[in-house]
């Protein structure tokens, strides 16, 4: 399925900008977002300023879209206050929703987060019930900002559950974009490490919104936890886990770490068998983008 008018919310933002590059040629875009497109991304589809806690402003800018791809939002716990992250992020998930299906909208496909599982800024005796994590795994937001991402997927499926509109989140991990390269050999040397060595390129977080978007796959609510195949982690990852929580937890699929040791604590199985999610950034390929340019 392929939907002519796509609007995507927070598009001008740092994961916006790689969705609208991804999604061009394809679709007819609108970029709704309260600052302009980055250099070189004006020409891929018009652009809305507006805020998505705005409600007439979010069904005027969706009016004669086919699907909406809600990224606008805090992106971490530490940008804002906690109560501008909990309002901006509830508030806005709801309103765009509410008016995509006042606007006539089929599908939303929703950024959620990774953080819902309750891991990232975890007590130290939450460790994960087993590895990999997948979906199923109990969620237990321990901040606002995962708290709001909870709230954000309660909403989606809410809409879902009563067909008013077919929706799919996304949940990334860690998106290591460029500002963040100086920090991969630390991050992925520390057991201790707040994100747990997981991470995922923009690149390919950009391809499961493609692929969410487009599925003719639809079987009602789906939540897709997107990552890189592996971890940061030069060492074994469970080596690093049994560092981490002083013992390993139950591996409910060992094969994952026997096929390749340094695999992520994420499971990206349910991507790649529902959505032909498949990364293309690894860890080579990552280390190359990062390497400084030679000077001449």
Request: glycine share 6%; aromatic share 8%; net charge negative.
């Amino acid at each position: 399925m392929a939907y002519e008018k796509i609007a995507v919310t927070g598009g001008a933002g740092l994961l916006g900008s790689h969705v609208m590059r991804r999604l061009a040629g394809k679709a007819r875009l609108t970029s709704i977002d309260r600052k302009p497109p980055i250099e070189g991304n004006a020409a891929l589809g018009n652009h809305i300023d507006a805020s998505i806690t705005d409600f007439e402003a979010m069904k005027a800018a969706f009016r004669g879209q086919d699907a909406v791809i809600h990224l606008a939002a805090i992106p971490n716990p530490r940008e804002a206050t906690a109560e501008l992250t909990f309002s901006n992020n509830v508030h806005g998930a709801w309103t765009v929703f509410e008016a995509a299906v006042e606007a006539g909208v089929k599908r939303v496909v929703v950024a959620s987060s990774d953080s819902v599982f309750g891991l990232s800024y975890n007590p130290p005796d939450w460790p994960p019930q087993y590895l990999p994590v997948n979906e199923a795994h109990p969620i237990r937001p321990t901040e606002v900002y995962s708290l709001s991402k909870k709230v954000t997927e309660a909403i989606a499926e809410s809409y879902a559950a009563r067909k008013a509109l077919e929706v799919t989140a996304i949940r990334p991990s860690h998106i290591l974009f460029p500002r963040g390269y100086g920090e991969i050999e630390a991050r992925g040397a520390d057991p201790q490490n707040y994100h747990f060595w997981a991470w995922v390129d923009p690149e390919d977080v950009a391809q499961s919104f493609d692929l969410a978007i487009n599925t003719s796959r639809y079987d009602g609510f789906e939540i897709f936890t997107i990552t890189a195949a592996e971890g940061l982690n030069l060492r074994p990852t469970l080596q690093m886990a049994a560092e981490r929580w002083g013992k390993l937890p139950t591996l409910q699929r060992p094969e994952v770490y026997e096929k390749l040791a340094t695999a992520s604590v994420l499971d990206i199985t349910k991507a790649r068998e529902k959505l032909g999610y498949e990364p293309v950034v690894d860890r080579a390929a990552l280390t190359e983008k990062a390497r400084p340019p030679i000077q001449s």
